[in-house]
């Protein structure tokens, strides 16, 4: 085994900022803008059908495209923030995520909109990049809060916009949820320059061009398969081939990096089993929630009539959804002082069995909903917990040079993790007019293994002192 490298060049010695709260705020707004453009879309996706006359498949390339592109600019931009200051490179990407809302506000086809779509993505590098400078000019409890906050707003975003998207989309129409985000981000570039101390540069190096066209290509390539495997088939030439090319993609991106002076990612800090657990775990936390969020919404608004529906509209949805958007939030302020007491193994342990029992709640009664709600709460804390005990880990994990690089590797396993539910939970719920209840207690006690499987895997994790 390669020894792990060090940093040999001396860390910067940064002030901390006068106003730490302040630079908190600021960067959690930018986390908040771009986690809520991942699913403020989603009730609107059948205004979009209508509005362009396209199919249901055409219509979720409006949410593909958004992680696809965030998938690939997240370590690219991370690694390029590590070297040329993360407060700019921040700027930056949302700069590009508000030129990208106002071109898909502007829509009058569906090609542009997807353009913007992919435009909004390079904001997914804010948390790897929002991460980075918090592990950069904070420390001890100040920090672990920091990232608490951070992580929970990662999913009170994702939450919130359910229910801000619904509103929008009845009151006004589906242009003003491109409006919003356009507008989060400009508020986010404002808060950014006022409150977060410019950036120390990294060491200088060539940008690695080589080992970004492979992981463009690898990753591209895997999550193109993964979106479209239920469309095309598992074992349709098309996924096979383009499985195949991932493959042999990241193969030759680690073999490449291995020999390169300044890689774009450091493999062999990432093959560290601490970090390797880490980035594992990252799967399940990405994997579990998107069963929920696929599942809940057509479990809720189905027909009184159907026998497990609750008849809600889209908004009334997303308000029973809130409650556990909240608790992610939640979830993730309350990670640091569970890992100040229990450490981070048995905290990562306790956020995926938390997870597990939610998910054996919702299974066992899916027409009830209090159950559902209360449950759903359960998923949403330990999601938050989760988040934030992997983002700990990783900073803590890493040299501070490599960390919003890293962050983004793992930010790219979280997508992977969200782009396997979507298709899993549309397979299951096929039979869902069929089955009844049965299809949506199946895709909940689905959830529930994959939590418990994701608890057991916990166990392997050896942080070291």
């Not at 219509?59 to 690939?72: D, E, M, N, Q, V």
């Not at 390797?276 to 599942?295: D, M």
């Not at 939640?330 to 997870?355: D, E, H, N, Q, S």
């Amino acid at each position: 085994m390669s020894p792990a490298p060090t940093n040999t060049a001396p860390t910067p010695v940064i002030a901390p900022p006068q106003r730490p709260r302040a630079l908190v705020f600021a960067l959690a707004i930018a986390v908040l803008g771009f986690s809520m453009m991942q699913t403020l879309l989603v009730p609107a996706l059948p205004t979009f059908m209508h509005e362009f006359t396209i199919d249901a498949s055409l219509a979720g390339w409006i949410l593909t495209s958004y992680l696809l592109c965030g998938a690939i600019a997240a370590p690219i931009l991370g690694s390029l923030g590590d070297r040329h200051g993360h407060r700019k490179i921040l700027i930056l990407s949302l700069a590009i995520f508000v030129l990208g809302g106002i071109i898909a506000a502007l829509a009058a086809t569906l090609p542009v909109l997807l353009v913007g779509r992919v435009l909004q993505g390079a904001s997914t590098a804010a948390f790897p990049l929002a991460l980075a400078i918090v592990r950069r000019h904070t420390t001890g409890p100040a920090q672990g809060a920091a990232i608490g906050w951070l992580s929970g707003t990662l999913g009170l975003g994702a939450g919130a916009a359910l229910v801000i998207g619904g509103i929008v989309v009845e009151a006004l129409s589906w242009h003003w949820l491109f409006v919003t985000g356009a507008a989060m981000g400009t508020i986010s570039i404002v808060l950014i320059l006022a409150f977060v101390p410019a950036s120390v540069r990294g060491e200088a190096a060539r940008t690695d061009w080589p080992g970004t066209l492979l992981l463009s290509t690898g990753l591209l390539a895997l999550l193109l398969a993964i979106s479209q495997g239920g469309k095309w088939g598992w074992g349709s030439w098309a996924v096979l081939a383009l499985l195949a090319l991932a493959v042999a993609a990241l193969w030759v991106l680690g073999v490449v990096e291995r020999r390169t002076s300044s890689p774009l990612i450091d493999v062999r800090t990432l093959a560290r089993p601490a970090l390797a657990v880490t980035n594992g775990l990252t799967l399940f936390l990405g994997f579990v929630p998107y069963l929920f969020y696929i599942g809940l919404p057509v479990l809720l608004q189905a027909t009184t009539a159907s026998g497990f529906g609750q008849g809600f509209t889209v908004t009334q949805t997303g308000i029973a959804l809130l409650p556990g958007a909240v608790l992610v939030f939640l979830g993730g302020r309350f990670a640091p002082w569970l890992i100040r007491r229990a450490g981070a193994k048995r905290t990562a342990i306790l956020a995926l069995a938390v997870m597990g029992l939610g998910s054996i709640g919702i299974a066992a009664a899916p027409g009830s909903l209090t159950v559902i709600v209360a449950f759903f709460s359960l998923v949403g804390l330990g999601n938050g917990i989760g988040f934030a005990v992997v983002a700990e880990l990783v900073t803590g994990l890493v040299p501070r040079t490599e960390i919003a690089a890293a962050l983004g590797v793992n930010g790219v396993l979280r997508t992977v993790g969200s782009a396997l539910g979507a298709p899993v939970a549309t397979a299951v719920l096929t039979g869902a007019a069929a089955s009844g209840a049965g299809a949506f207690t199946t895709l909940f006690a689905l959830a529930a293994v994959v939590s418990i499987l994701g608890a057991l895997f916990a166990l392997t994790l050896r942080v070291p002192r």
